[in-house]
Every structure is written in C-alpha cells, then in structure tokens.
C-alpha cells in the first residue's frame, strides 16, 4: 500500500521519510543528537558494560536502518502495471493535515541542528526526576 505513497502524496511521504530518517539517527536529524549523546556516554564510561552497550547500540541503530530503508524505497517505488490507473491520481491534503506534518518536521530538523537548545531543558528536567528518586 505504500508503494508510490509519493507520487500522490509528496508531503506525507516527505514527513514520513523525515520521521523514519530521524528514528534511524541519520544527521542532521534530531534522532542522530541523542544518539551521538548515548554514544558519547558509552565512549566516556569507558569500562566494559559502557562498550557492550554501544555495540547493542550500534547494532540495533543497523537493524533499524535495515527496516526503514525498505519502507522509504516503496515511498518512493512506482506502482505496478496490475494496479489500476485511478490510483495514481494525486491526493490534496487539507492545510490543517499539511500544517502539523511541515511543523514537526521542521522540529526534528532544528533538533538535530542545534541539540544544546534543547539540552537545558532536558537536563532540568532530568534533575528534577532525579530528586524524585532519591
């Protein structure tokens, strides 16, 4: 059902290649931000369930991409000739549908580009979970 997503419609299967890019930690995507800050914390534990850690890591971060890399080529694929042609009339979203996903993506973007703005809040509210658990 996904195959030819983005020839109808190229804004979803934008947003959803966004998405899946992130959740993958491809840069400069916001996933890539706090996957370099795991990375970084497994490097810097430097004792030996820091580095089993970054290898489950690292191999879950390839199982993933091994997942949705398919998923973004079927965007991107053309339908089969068995299809029928009304199908491949393209698809008008409404503003209010296109408004969250550009919104959003555009998030994940800015995340990724500048991690440090959003890492003061993170942290205040890591510290503050933190006190709660003491």
Request: charged content about 10%; overall charge positive; proline content about 6%.
């Amino acid at each position: 059902q996904l195959r030819g997503t983005a020839a109808r419609m190229p804004l979803v299967a934008g947003a959803f290649t966004v998405a899946l890019a992130g959740l993958a930690g491809i840069p400069p995507l916001a996933g890539f931000a706090g996957k370099w800050f795991v990375l970084s914390g497994g490097v810097q534990a430097a004792d030996a369930p820091g580095y089993l850690g970054l290898i489950v890591f690292l191999l879950n971060s390839l199982l993933a991409l091994g997942y949705y890399l398919p998923l973004i080529g079927m965007l991107f694929a053309r339908k089969t000739s068995e299809v029928s042609e009304t199908s491949e009339v393209s698809i008008q979203i409404s503003p209010w549908m296109a408004l969250p996903l550009v919104v959003l993506g555009a998030l994940v973007l800015a995340m990724g580009l500048y991690p440090g703005l959003w890492l003061n809040w993170t942290a205040e509210a890591a510290a503050y979970l933190h006190r709660l658990g003491k």
